[in-house]
């Protein structure tokens, strides 16, 4: 299994808070995602990262932010959290980007009240 | 942007029957295609996936998949299911968006596998 990791892996939160989800990769890969599972949605991409400092959006990207200040580390922020962002987040790595296989997290499961 | 179809939310079926989950996408040049298998409370893991070449593509756990450009289609079989492949199966794109693969994953299919 590839080396991914996401703390916490649930969080229960009020609306207004801020909440920072963190990924945590062993393997050296370039490539980093952050999604969101809804049910009937599947999976979502809210952020990737395709290197150091270097993020864009996905299609889902209101209301979060994200940072990557060293390989292994890929944030997800919700500056104030809403009950629309309740949802179990996961990250995913690759090395060669969309062409090769994304490997994903545990998830983590985050409730807004 | 791709739009990824899995028209079965779920499938019952009997142990040791065939099955086929479908997912249809959106007509592009050249995409890259998977199938994620999630176990419950589990991340994704890969299933199998089309780069290129055979349009059959063969899997882990005795899955295969048939790659139809002309469908835009890529349905996922197996010819004999166990109890352990009660999971939800989850059909995703790569596409080129301003030179960037991004993923687009299918509102996925849960099979339930009855004895």
């Known amino acids: 299994d590839a080396g991914i990791t996401q703390s916490p892996r649930h969080k229960v939160t009020e609306t207004g808070t801020p909440v920072t989800l963190r990924c945590h990769q062993t393997?050296?890969?370039?490539?980093m995602y952050w999604y969101r599972q809804d049910p009937g949605h599947g999976l979502r991409l809210i952020h990737y990262?395709?290197?150091?400092?270097?993020?864009d959006k996905g299609e889902v990207s209101d209301g979060y932010s994200v940072s990557r200040s060293k390989t292994e580390d890929f944030l997800l922020t919700l500056e104030s959290a809403t009950s629309s962002q309740t949802s179990v987040y996961f990250c995913?790595?690759?090395?060669?980007?969309?062409?090769?296989?994304?490997?994903f997290g545990p998830g983590t499961r985050l409730t807004v009240l | 942007a791709q739009s990824v179809t899995q028209l079965d939310s779920q499938v019952p079926v009997f142990e040791e029957a065939p099955v086929e989950l479908r997912c249809n996408y959106s007509?592009?040049?050249?995409?890259?295609l998977f199938w994620y298998v999630q176990y419950p409370n589990q991340g994704l893991q890969l299933l199998l996936k089309?780069?290129?070449?055979?349009?059959l593509v063969k899997g882990i756990n005795g899955f295969e998949a048939e790659f139809n450009k002309s469908q835009t289609s890529f349905h996922l079989r197996k010819p004999s299911v166990h109890i352990s492949d009660t999971a939800e199966y989850f059909c995703?794109?790569?596409?080129?968006?301003?030179?960037?693969?991004?993923?687009?994953f299918g509102s996925g299919t849960k099979l339930n596998v009855k004895p």
């Open positions: 995913a790595i690759s090395e060669n980007g969309g062409i090769d296989t994304q490997y």
């Open positions: 393997e050296n890969h370039r490539y």
């Open positions: 990262s395709y290197g150091v400092k270097d993020t």
């Open positions: 007509s592009s040049v050249s995409v890259y």
């Open positions: 089309y780069l290129s070449g055979s349009t």
């Open positions: 995703a794109v790569s596409d080129r968006e301003n030179n960037f693969n991004k993923f687009y």
